[in-house]
């Protein structure tokens, strides 16, 4: 006769194995975290390897980061509209549809917003790849060795600070940063500022230097003045300092539109849908 093997728990209950697949995940993150941190040079590991040591590869490691610095300002809004707070702002329209548009709108950029910042700091590997490689070492092989370093590197070293830039800013582009008062905004503000210098230390200092050792460089941090020598080391610097702000710069510009446009678009078919629906129901 044939025999059956008893379901194991996570058959039986779907949600607990998902929930136990998010658990894993963190602390994959963290134990990459970690390897990177301590100096595991994972961007020349196959995939295979990393997988193996159960580690994170470059994108995921990254993006994971992304939406763990978001998942504070998150948290924010939904444990703040749980308790009836408003934190997102009303306007009038004349149409209700369009009211219903925007209700849907607001909710969804407060959730998207948080997401901005690390987004836009982690796709600016592009750039950033290219500018600390001297010109006649940028083949494709070495470029992608690049972006994976960095891709490690800002995931590993920009947590805390993306994280507190992204709930500051998700606080201030909110009705209640007129419930907050002057003083609490004023500190805010200053902690957010905190918070900028610790990325530009990190992002305008740390990542540079640790890519020019990835890449076979050791160019230490140049003297005053870099921006006008021509040496060697003043060059690279400059390049990189140039090539990251750019990318910065247009990273966030077009992501802040993708995520209106984004949002929009998905308001407005929710809106729709549930028009469609209410109208169902009413004939």
């Keep these: 006769m044939p025999t059956y093997s008893d379901p194991s728990v996570a058959e039986i209950f779907p949600p607990w ?34 997988k193996s040591k159960k580690l994170m590869e470059p994108w995921p490691f990254n993006l994971y980061q992304s939406a763990l610095s978001a998942l504070p300002g998150v948290l924010a809004v939904s444990v703040l509209s749980f308790l009836g707070i408003e934190v997102t702002h009303k306007l009038i329209f004349a149409d209700p549809f369009d009211a219903q548009v925007d209700v849907y709108y607001q909710k969804f950029i407060s959730y998207l917003q948080p997401l901005i910042i690390p987004l836009a700091l982690g796709v600016t590997c592009f750039g950033t790849a290219w500018a600390s490689l001297e010109k006649g070492d940028r083949s494709g092989e070495k470029m992608a060795r690049a972006r994976r370093a960095y891709l490690y590197y800002d995931g590993a070293y920009g947590l805390w600070t993306q994280a507190i830039m992204s709930l500051v800013v998700t606080f201030y582009y909110s009705p209640l940063r007129e419930k907050l008062g002057g003083l609490t905004m004023l500190f805010g503000i200053l902690f957010f500022l905190a918070a900028v210098m610790w990325q530009r230390a990190i992002s305008g200092w740390k990542l540079p230097k640790a890519l020019f050792a990835v890449n076979g460089y050791h160019y230490e941090y140049p003297k005053s003045w870099f921006w006008f020598r021509s040496d060697t080391v003043s060059r690279a610097w400059r390049r990189y300092r140039l090539v990251g702000l750019f990318f910065v710069g247009l990273a966030l510009y077009l992501l802040i539109m993708l995520t209106i446009a984004g949002a929009y678009l998905a308001a407005y078919g929710a809106a729709y849908v549930q028009g469609f629906f209410r109208q169902m129901l009413v004939s």
Excluded at 36 to 46: A, F, K, N, P, S
């Design 17 to 50: 194995k998902e929930w136990t697949n998010r658990v894993t995940k963190v602390f994959s993150y963290v134990q990459t975290r970690r390897e990177v941190r301590t100096g595991t040079t994972l961007w020349d590991w196959t995939s295979d390897q990393i």
